[in-house]
Structures are given as structure tokens and as C-alpha cells.
């Protein structure tokens, strides 16, 4: 089972930004997809971004604009580039990754709070 931990939440000011980091125990290439969700208090878990394979990505219209995800292979690592946050983004972020064999691997979650 391939694990994937989370690092760089933190409390940031309204209009800031953070750097959010995921590390794969081993090649993200074993993953079809990887990408962050976020679930805030009382709400649901939701995907914010995706990078696929073969390196193209998606955000969700909320953070259109905002936030880009990338990723560094030789690193084994995915990012979360979150830029001109709100209060809106304040959420435990999770990151995810689909393996080719169907499996689903999730990390810890990593805390983000904005607020002034």
C-alpha cells in the first residue's frame, strides 16, 4: 500500500498564500490520478484538484484562478499552490491518489486556516 503524507497547512491571513505538499512513499506513477480534496467543518469532503498521469491537471471553479496543483516526479511529490486564500478555504486538506489497480490511497489530512 503506497502511503501519501501531507505537509504545509497552516493559519494564514485572508489574501495570503501556502504551499501545500504531499509525498508518495513510492513513483507517483503507480497513480492514474492524484489530487487534493478539502473538507471544512460541518461539510462534506470535496475535490479542489486533480493532476492526471500524464501530467495534465483540473481545479474546481471555487478556486479557479486561485490555487494550482503540480507535481515534482522525481520527488514523488504533488503541491497545492493556494494564492489569495479566504476564509472559505478553511478546510483539513486531504490528498488523494487512484492507483491503476483500482486501489484508493488517502493521506493524514494537513489543517489550512485563514483568518485574520
Known amino acids: 500500500q503506497v502511503q501519501l503524507v501531507e505537509s504545509g497547512g497552516d493559519l494564514v491571513q485572508p489574501g495570503g498564500s501556502l504551499r501545500l505538499s504531499c509525498v508518495a512513499s513510492?513513483?507517483?506513477?503507480?497513480?492514474?490520478?492524484m489530487g487534493w480534496y478539502r473538507q471544512a467543518p460541518g461539510k462534506e469532503r470535496e475535490s479542489v484538484a486533480t493532476?492526471?498521469?500524464?501530467?495534465?491537471?483540473s481545479v474546481v471553479e471555487s478556486v479557479q484562478g486561485r490555487f494550482t496543483v503540480s507535481r515534482a516526479t522525481a520527488k514523488n511529490t504533488i503541491y497545492l499552490q493556494m494564492n489569495n486564500v479566504t476564509p472559505e478555504d478553511t478546510a483539513v486538506y486531504y490528498c488523494?491518489?487512484?492507483?491503476?489497480?483500482?486501489?484508493?490511497?488517502w493521506g493524514q489530512g494537513t489543517r489550512v486556516t485563514v483568518s485574520s
Open positions: 493532476i492526471n498521469n500524464d501530467g495534465t491537471t
Open positions: 513510492d513513483s507517483i506513477f503507480r497513480f492514474s490520478s
Open positions: 488523494n491518489g487512484q492507483q491503476w489497480n483500482g486501489a484508493t490511497a
